[in-house]
C-alpha cells in the first residue's frame, strides 16, 4: 500500500507558520525549498521533529525542509493544500553588497537548474543506454533505433536553452513565454544556419551590427541572463506603452528590444563565460590530476551540506555537451556517496539503537543503491560526528582511485550500484574493473574506518529515562542581568508563549551561559539561538534577542556545535551588546521550554537582578510522562 504523506505534508505546512506564510515552493532530488514571507514564524525545532524530516538548512533566502527520496510526494501533498505552484520570490531590497551579489547568484544558479535535474539525467542515461547496446551488439550504431534513442538523449540538452528559460523565468518572476520565444530564436534552425556561415567566413550584421558565430544548443548561462533581464524590459515598456495597446504593442516591443540584445550581447558574452569556467575546471583537472578528483570527493559531503554542489550543474552540463564525458565532478561522487552508504551500514551493525539502526539502513540503501545521500549524510553521518570523517577520508582515496583509472561519467545521475554505468567507456574495457575497485573501496573502507574511529551511540528512550530523576528541572539565568516575565516580551512568538513557556533575562554583559546540563540539539547558523536537551529530558531553547538573525551572525561568538555536550553554567556564547543595540535590536536572552506540555508546573522563582548561573525556573513533569 503506497504511503500516505498528506500528514508530514501538514505538519511541516503548520510548522513554518501556515499557507500564508509560503511565498514559493520549489523541490529537488531530496529537499523542499520554501520561501517564506517571515522566517521567524517557522518553528524549527518542530520541523525538525516531523517524522519523515531528515533535516533542515537555512541557506541563500531558502527554508530548505529536508525530506530524502519522497520529496516529491510530500511536496504534491503540500501543492493540494492549495499553494500557488509558480508564484515568484520577491527580490530582497536591502543594501547591496559583494556577498549579497554572489549569494543571489548563487541562488540563481541553483534555483534554475535544480528543476532542470530530471530531463538532464534522463537524457543522458538514454544515451548511455544507446552506447551500451552498440557495445554488446545488440544494435548496430547504423540502424534507425539506435539513432532515435540517441535523439531522444540529446533532446534536453539541444533545446537546454528553452528549458533554463522557463525555469529561469519562473525563478525571476519573467514572463515565461516571450522567454521561452528568445531562447527559441537562439536554437532556430534559420538562426543557426546564419551561425554557420559567419563560422565559415561570411560577414552578417543585424541592423548595420556586425554578428559573431556562437552555438547556442547545450548551453545555460545565455537563456538565464535574458529570462532575467526580460523583467527589467517587461517593467520600462510597461511604462511606455498606452493601455489600449498594450495586448499587441507591448510583446512586440519586448521581443524587438530583447532579442537583439540575446543575440548580439549577452547570448556571446553568456556563451565565451560559460567557456571560460569549463576550461578553468579542465585547467585545475589537466595541472592536479587525480589528485583534483581527490579533494572534491572529500569536500563533497560539506558542498552538499550547504547546497554549494548544485553550483557544478551547469559545468557538468557543459562539459559533457562539448566532450562526451565529465571526468573531475563526477568520478569524486561515486566515493563520497558509496562512503555515506558504508558507514551508515557501520552504525547499523553497532548501535544499540533500534530506531538509530532502522534508520541508517535505509539510509545505506538509499546511498549505495540509488546514489541519494542525504538521508545518511543528515540522519547518521553528522548526527553522529566521527562517521563523517571516515566518509570524508574514503572520499579523497576513493577519489584518487577513480582519478587514476580516468574514470568519466557520460551522465550527471547521482552515482550508485544502478547508475555506475555512467563510468563505462566502450574504447576501454578495464573502466568496468575501474568502477568495481572504486565502489568495493569505497564501501568497505568507509564501514571499517568507522568501526575503528567509533561513534557516541544514541541511548534508548528507556536508558534516557534512567538518567532522569523523574522529569523535575531546574533553569538557571543564561547571564547577569534583570529578569523579564515572557509576557513582557515584545514579541508575539514569545509573549503568548507559542514555543513554550519560560523566562527572558536583559543582560547587562556580553557572557551568555547554559541555563542546564545536557546535549546541544541545534545552532543556528547565525549563532543567536540554541536548542538543548536537558538530562532531565526537558527541551530548551536559548534565544538571543529578537530579529536578531537578520545580524547574520556579526556580533556573535560560539565555539559551541550541534552534538556538543555542556554542562550547566558553561559559556554558550559571547556577544555585543553594544553592536546589537546599535541595530535597534532587543539584546534580551529568551529562555523557553518547548516540551511545555509535558509538565503540569513551570514556575518562575526569581525576579528583578540575578546573578549569572542562578536557579530562576522550575518545572515538574507531568504524572503520565514520570519514569514508572
Not at 27 to 34: D, E, K, V, Y
Not at 113 to 121: F, G, Y
Not at 221 to 246: E, F, Q, R, S
Not at 479 to 499: H, N, P
Request: overall charge negative; charged content about 15%.
Amino acid at each position: 500500500m503506497a504511503k500516505d504523506f498528506s500528514g508530514t505534508a501538514k505538519s511541516i505546512v503548520d510548522a513554518i507558520g501556515g499557507i500564508d506564510n509560503i511565498k514559493n515552493l520549489t523541490h529537488c532530488m531530496t529537499r523542499l525549498r520554501f520561501i517564506l514571507i517571515d522566517e521567524s514564524k517557522a518553528n524549527d525545532e518542530l520541523v525538525k521533529s516531523i517524522p519523515g524530516v531528515i533535516g533542515l538548512v537555512k541557506q541563500s533566502g531558502q527554508y530548505q525542509v529536508i525530506i530524502g527520496n519522497n520529496v516529491a510526494s510530500v511536496y504534491n501533498e503540500i501543492m493540494k493544500l492549495g499553494l500557488p505552484d509558480n508564484t515568484p520570490p520577491t527580490q530582497d531590497k536591502g543594501k547591496l553588497t559583494l556577498k549579497k551579489v554572489g549569494t543571489n547568484i548563487l541562488d540563481a544558479i541553483i534555483g534554475t537548474m535544480s528543476p532542470l535535474i530530471p530531463a538532464i539525467i534522463g537524457g543522458s542515461m538514454i544515451k548511455l543506454l544507446a552506447m551500451i547496446l552498440e557495445m554488446v551488439g545488440v544494435l548496430p550504431i547504423d540502424s534507425s533505433t539506435y539513432s532515435l534513442l540517441s535523439t531522444i538523449g540529446d533532446a534536453p540538452f539541444f533545446f537546454l536553452p528553452i528549458l533554463v528559460s522557463v525555469s529561469a523565468a519562473r525563478k525571476f518572476g519573467s514572463n515565461i513565454y516571450l522567454s521561452m520565444a528568445i531562447a527559441g530564436l537562439m536554437v532556430h534552425p534559420v538562426f543557426m544556419d546564419w551561425m554557420a556561415k559567419i563560422a565559415e567566413g561570411t560577414t552578417v550584421t543585424f541592423a548595420m551590427i556586425p554578428m559573431v558565430s556562437v552555438k547556442y544548443t547545450y548551453t545555460i548561462i545565455p537563456a538565464m541572463v535574458m529570462a532575467w533581464l526580460l523583467k527589467y524590459i517587461d517593467n520600462g515598456v510597461d511604462k511606455i506603452t498606452p493601455a489600449v495597446t498594450k495586448n499587441f504593442l507591448k510583446p512586440m516591443l519586448i521581443l524587438l528590444i530583447a532579442a537583439p540584445i540575446a543575440i548580439l550581447l549577452v547570448g556571446p558574452m553568456g556563451v565565451w563565460v560559460g567557456t571560460a569556467i569549463s576550461d578553468f575546471v579542465f585547467f585545475i583537472h589537466s595541472k592536479l590530476g587525480w589528485l583534483a578528483v581527490a579533494i572534491v570527493g572529500a569536500i563533497w559531503p560539506l558542498l552538499v551540506m550547504t547546497g554549494m554542489h548544485r553550483v557544478f550543474t551547469p559545468t557538468i552540463v557543459q562539459t559533457i555537451a562539448d566532450t562526451g564525458v565529465e571526468g573531475m565532478v563526477m568520478p569524486s561522487e561515486i566515493g563520497a556517496n558509496l562512503s555515506l552508504g558504508g558507514v551508515s551500514l557501520a552504525v547499523a551493525l553497532k548501535t544499540k539503537n533500534s530506531e538509530l539502526r532502522q534508520t541508517a539502513l535505509a539510509a545505506a540503501s538509499s546511498a549505495i543503491i540509488a546514489g541519494i545521500t542525504e538521508p545518511a549524510l543528515y540522519g547518521v553521518a553528522i548526527r553522529l560526528k566521527r562517521p563523517m570523517i571516515a566518509s570524508v577520508i574514503t572520499g579523497f582515496v576513493a577519489g584518487a582511485i577513480a582519478g587514476i583509472g580516468g574514470l568519466a561519467s557520460h551522465s550527471m545521475a547521482a552515482p550508485g550500484l544502478f547508475t555506475s554505468v555512467q563510468f563505462i567507456d566502450k574504447n576501454n574495457p578495464m573502466s568496468i574493473v575501474w568502477i568495481i575497485i572504486v565502489m568495493v573501496v569505497s564501501i568497505i573502507l568507509s564501514f571499517i574506518l568507522t568501526l575503528i574511529l567509533g561513534f557516541e551511540d544514541i541511548p534508548t528512550e528507556q536508558s534516557n529515562e534512567n538518567t532522569k530523576n523523574n522529569g523535575n528541572f531546574e533553569l538557571l539565568s543564561p547571564a547577569e542581568g534583570t529578569i523579564k516575565e515572557l509576557t513582557d516580551i515584545e514579541d508575539d512568538v514569545f509573549s503568548k508563549e507559542v514555543l513554550g513557556k519560560g523566562f527572558a533575562v536583559v543582560p547587562v554583559n556580553g557572557k551568555v551561559v547554559s541555563p542546564v546540563s545536557g546535549q546541544i540539539t541545534a545552532v543556528f547558523p547565525t549563532l543567536h539561538a540554541f536548542g538543548i536537551l536537558s538530562e532531565d529530558g526537558a527541551e530548551v531553547l536559548v534565544h538571543i534577542g529578537i530579529d536578531t538573525v537578520t545580524l547574520n551572525g556579526e556580533g556573535f561568538n560560539s565555539s559551541i556545535k550541534e552534538g556538543d555536550n555542556i554542562q550547566k553554567g558553561e559559556l554558550l556564547a559571547n556577544i555585543d551588546l553594544e553592536f546589537i543595540s546599535s541595530q535597534n535590536l532587543s539584546t534580551e536572552i529568551i529562555v523557553i521550554v518547548t516540551n511545555t506540555n509535558e509538565y503540569t508546573k513551570l514556575s518562575l522563582i526569581k525576579h528583578n537582578e540575578v546573578k549569572s548561573g542562578e536557579v530562576v525556573f522550575v518545572g515538574e513533569k507531568s504524572i503520565e510522562n514520570k519514569q514508572i
